[in-house]
């Protein structure tokens, strides 16, 4: 056994007990696993029971002990939130320690600052548990990707929304039953907005375009739809026309090249046909296309979500930092420039009206003879062209109409939008959504 790594826990929740039952039991996998050493955890309540048994002497309520503790040399941060995260990241790099973190929070809003602040202490923060749960998609964008020019990452990246559009369409399961389960089974963040209004993915996507465009991008600015609007007629008429509906997060590159690089950044609930790879991805499970030169697409797909799939991940991020620490000992202050994936360039996401993509629009109509003729001439004169109509339930009541279009930008959409809502046969805009 060569020299032990010092792993200090910041929380010991669904991750953090995840990563302890990990460090503990160290049979049967890598060696190097026997070499972490977890000397200090802390807990907010030193009191509480807990599934994974740990000495008493190596729990504290002061996250400060554990930042601060000679004997560790790797902090792994699973505490989530913004505060105290954020500052206790930034107090183990000052200190001189890696750092491992779930916290997708954090780093997307704060990547760029955390990321300056452990090139300047020659020190790592590997952030693969934070996107995808278990799936591996941060180390291949930084290095087993890094010969592609990326073009587009598009995926399924939250779990608990994937797990209750899952339930929804299948079982016909009502939405609140299904979050109860998926809060239970420890996928849905513990403010389930979170999840629900697309908040989560957006932080993802919001990291995977910053390492596979090479800059950070504004957190703040990306479209963020999530599912708590969804209908679920909605889903079943998308079932009808031969599409599933999925929580949708999209990055794509808006220009060849420039500087600032040009960048759509989306999430939305999207309808993706039956054929899709995306489609099939189902339950808990997230899944990740990433399409590049000379590449083509790639796609990652397994649990996103959960203690194993998560500690899975930190685990890999405290080994690789271990096997860093052991292959230079002696050496300091240098850090691998792939594995830190400091920014290279900027990126700017372009105006949302720029956005270009295919819709699904459901409109709440009279059933009265013209009424498809002037909702077609509305996005014919706007130049949005139409993949597919159909009316559905009509009645003296009024009927539905709905529209799949071809790829347009949203600018055009949202002026044919408007001009059809204002037909005196349209009484509602009822359902609008994006199409792969
Ligand atoms: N709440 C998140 C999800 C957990 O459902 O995907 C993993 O980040």
Redesign the pocket.
Known sequence: MGARIGVGLLGLGTVGGGVASILLCPDERHPLVHDLNLVSVAVRDLTRSRAVQLPDDILTSDPAEVVNNPEVDVVVEVIGGLEPARTLILQAIHAGKSVVT?N?AVIARHGQEIAEAAAKAGVYVLIEA??G?GIPIIEPLKQSLGGNRINRVSGI???????ILTRMAEEGVAYDVVLSD?KELG???ADPA??VDGL??AD?IAILASLAFGGSVDRSAIPTQGISQLEGVDVQYASQLGYGVKLLAVAERMAETGEPLPLSLRVQPTLVPKDHPLAGVNG?N?AILVEGDPIGRVMFYGP???AGP?SSAVVADILNIAGIRKASEGASGQVDPLLAAGSWRQCVLVDAGQIRQRHYVRFNTKDAPGVIGKIGECFGERGVSIQSIVQLNASSAGAEIIVITHEVREQQMNDALRAIQALSEVSGLAAHHGCL
């Open positions: 779930a997708k934070a996107v749960g990246i939250n779990g608990t929304t994937n797990y998926a996928y849905a963040e979170a999840d989560d993915a993802k808990v997230n996103g979500a959960g998560t």
